[in-house]
């Protein structure tokens, strides 16, 4: 049981206001000149799961034998660099994966575009049949609505939340078994997401469905959520983990603004 009522109308209250905490509101909080490279992508980024997903789309375009190269650095969201005035230009809603297009001057941001756009880009990773293709972004757009069950949901209240609760654990922890469940199924009759070829459906969802069950998301995760009962989803997860370029893409080395 809790002691909480909730006000009638919400207010937020932070005696302790800082530039990289969370605020009810959005926009750049102080001025900022994000540092650029000569190479024709900008990538303004971190290690998270979000984050991993485009270094991996782009040492996979290098593996493929295109000549790009990009520039990556790093946004240390713990002390607030998404909320500096050039990056809110990137990408106004202050989350990190973001990049800009040299070559086009367009910015891009949300994983899963900046995925989309690359592949279109490039050619590559995402098939030009219509059926095909559409099969890569059903599976693209499920992880972008089902993962925040796993992060902002299951993620927060097992690995960040100040104390143990058991209705949002339980709540979170019941999705994200369902939703570990319906991938097994479906690479139980498929090599890959979408069906038999690598595609970025499988990058996107294995930066955080693959690295989950190999408990390389939240500590403790694989086991609490028995990681072990979904046998061609980790299958999966091995085999991409052993790419050259996925490997290329986890040890990026990122320049501090």
Do not use: C
């Amino acid at each position: 049981m809790s002691d909480y009522k909730k006000p009638v109308v919400w207010r937020w209250e932070d005696e302790n206001e800082n530039r990289a905490g969370n605020r009810p509101t959005a926009g750049s909080r102080f001025e900022q000149i994000l540092p650029k490279g000569e190479k024709p992508l900008q990538v303004y980024s971190l290690g998270t799961p979000n984050g991993i997903k485009v270094t991996i789309m782009l040492e996979e375009l290098k593996a493929a034998g295109l000549n790009l190269d990009y520039d990556l650095f790093n946004i240390n969201i713990g002390q607030g660099d998404q909320f500096g005035s050039d990056f809110v230009a990137l990408n106004p809603n202050s989350k990190i994966p973001a990049m800009l297009d040299q070559e086009t001057g367009i910015p891009v941001f949300e994983s899963a575009n900046i995925l989309l756009y690359l592949a279109e880009k490039y050619g590559k990773l995402l098939p030009k049949d219509i059926k095909q293709k559409t099969e890569v972004l059903n599976w693209l757009f499920w992880q972008t609505g089902a993962a925040p069950f796993v992060g902002g949901g299951f993620g927060h209240f097992f690995h960040y939340a100040p104390t143990e609760q058991e209705y949002p654990i339980n709540r979170y922890t019941m999705e994200t078994k369902r939703q570990l469940d319906l991938l097994n199924q479906l690479l139980a009759e498929r090599p890959y997401v979408a069906g038999q070829d690598y595609s970025i459906a499988d990058i996107s969802i294995w930066s955080w469905y693959g690295r989950l069950v190999k408990d390389e998301v939240y500590p403790g995760a694989a086991a609490f959520l028995d990681a072990f009962a979904y046998p061609h989803l980790l299958t999966w997860a091995e085999k991409i983990a052993k790419r050259p370029a996925v490997q290329r893409g986890l040890a990026a080395d990122y320049q501090f603004i």
